[in-house]
């Protein structure tokens, strides 16, 4: 089965200017950006008439088990109902045009395997298992009287994390992370919003905590991820080797050039605090979260000045939950009032994909790379906000050869 794109204007990070081609995908893969337009026995042509085919979109930070944004709630629901409430969402995420996703947090591996199979529909899924957190740290749900064991949400769909206390600990909670498929380790590494007993300037692990984590994920040729807030904190982390830095809201000059210098990456995720600034309290969230969001919200634009001037890379990151799921494009309106459009394209297709070690497989329109495309109407690297409006601009959504969204034809 062929498909064949005819009079594309092929857009992507690597292009200085828009290349008018015909792009002819087989097997799943971009075959040919330059094919001759006959019809050809088993060839699906379209004829995109100059609109703009671009890779499909990556969000380098979501959770798509997080059904509800009240994240203890979640962690209760029964395995099946979290499992079923996971798949709208991961539908709503491809519909949306994201054709690769990273869960930094809940999914387990065989999710990813079942969108492979062809069990769910969903976008890409690189799973790291559940995230790994201190007693009382950022998946430690338990309300401040409550002296349950925190263990006995470990293996639950809907937990985003699990608690590891003390280095032996964190290498035996990654290393069955890593066997059980995990693609990269995440660590809290921070207080946060969604707990209820952690200020967001709590530091979420010793220097020697985040050190075994960082040389068990080296061992396995990989890195770690962690949740950090505070300038404090991301120093610590980056000290450590940390490669990925969630958030980022309170970084400081300094904390952002030691991350331009270690050559980490930054995945900022605004539009979370817009959401449960918003919405929280409609939605579930614990009046003791919402205490928190202030301190996170009101710095966002600013750190990402702080970053851009530092040359920090950054990577596409929502961090949404529950029903806010839907805003996941607002991020790239929200990073348009401070960065240049070429950026935050870059962010969600080939800085993305270097974060997930696949930048020879997604994140651009080039021969054997996957057939992740999207058809809009306009071109992105123009007007960024385009992107923000996917009900009115994306037309055409094809994930690995598969057409799942065509306003086409
Ligand atoms: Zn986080
Ligand atoms: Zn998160």
Redesign the pocket.
């Known amino acids: 089965m062929q498909t064949l794109f005819a009079n594309a204007l092929i857009v992507d990070a690597t292009r200085s200017e828009p290349q008018l081609g015909n792009v002819l995908v087989e097997n799943g893969l971009i075959k040919d950006l330059d094919a001759k337009q006959s019809p050809a026995e088993g060839r699906h042509i379209v004829d995109l008439r100059g609109r703009t085919l671009m890779p499909g979109l990556i969000d380098c930070h979501v959770h798509v088990v997080a059904s509800l944004m009240n994240l203890a709630a979640n962690a209760q629901l029964p395995d099946p109902i979290a499992l079923l409430r996971s798949l709208p969402i991961m539908r709503g995420m491809l519909e949306r045009g994201f054709t690769t996703v990273r869960d930094v947090g809940g999914a387990p591996f065989a999710l990813a395997e079942a969108i492979e199979q062809g069990l769910a529909e969903g976008p890409r899924l690189i799973t790291c298992g559940k995230a790994l957190s201190k007693t009382g740290g950022?998946t430690d749900f338990r309300a401040r009287n409550d002296t349950h064991d925190p263990y006995r949400w470990e293996g639950k769909v809907g937990a985003l994390g699990r608690i590891a206390d003390g280095v032996d600990e964190i290498r035996r909670a990654a290393r069955q992370e890593l066997r059980q498929g995990a693609r990269f380790i995440k660590i809290m590494a921070n207080g946060?919003v969604g707990s209820p007993t952690d200020p967001i300037a709590w530091l979420g692990y010793s220097v020697d905590e985040i050190t075994a984590a960082v040389q068990e994920a080296r061992d396995a040729q990989t890195y770690v991820s962690a949740?950090v807030y505070t300038a404090q904190a991301i120093k610590r982390a980056i000290q450590c080797g940390v490669h990925s830095l969630?958030?980022c809201n309170i970084i400081d000059e300094e904390a952002a050039n030691m991350a331009a210098s270690a050559g980490a990456v930054a995945v900022p995720t605004l539009v979370i605090y817009e959401a449960l600034a918003q919405d929280g309290e409609r939605l579930g969230l614990s009046p003791a979260s919402i205490e928190k969001i202030g301190d996170v919200r009101n710095s966002g634009l600013g750190s990402l000045e702080i970053l851009r001037r530092a040359g920090v890379s950054m990577a596409y990151g929502t961090?949404l939950l529950g029903e806010a799921h839907e805003r996941q494009n607002e991020e790239f309106a929200i990073r348009a009032r401070v960065l240049p459009p070429r950026d935050i394209f870059a962010s969600a297709t080939t800085v993305a994909a270097k974060l997930l070690g696949m930048e020879r497989q997604v994140g651009c329109i080039a021969e054997n790379y996957f057939a992740d495309i999207l058809v809009v109407e306009g071109n992105p690297l123009e007007d960024i906000t385009l992107l923000s409006r996917p009900d009115q601009t994306l037309q055409l959504v094809m994930k690995a050869g598969r057409i799942y969204h065509n306003y086409l034809e």
């Open positions: 950022h946060g949740h969630e958030h961090d």
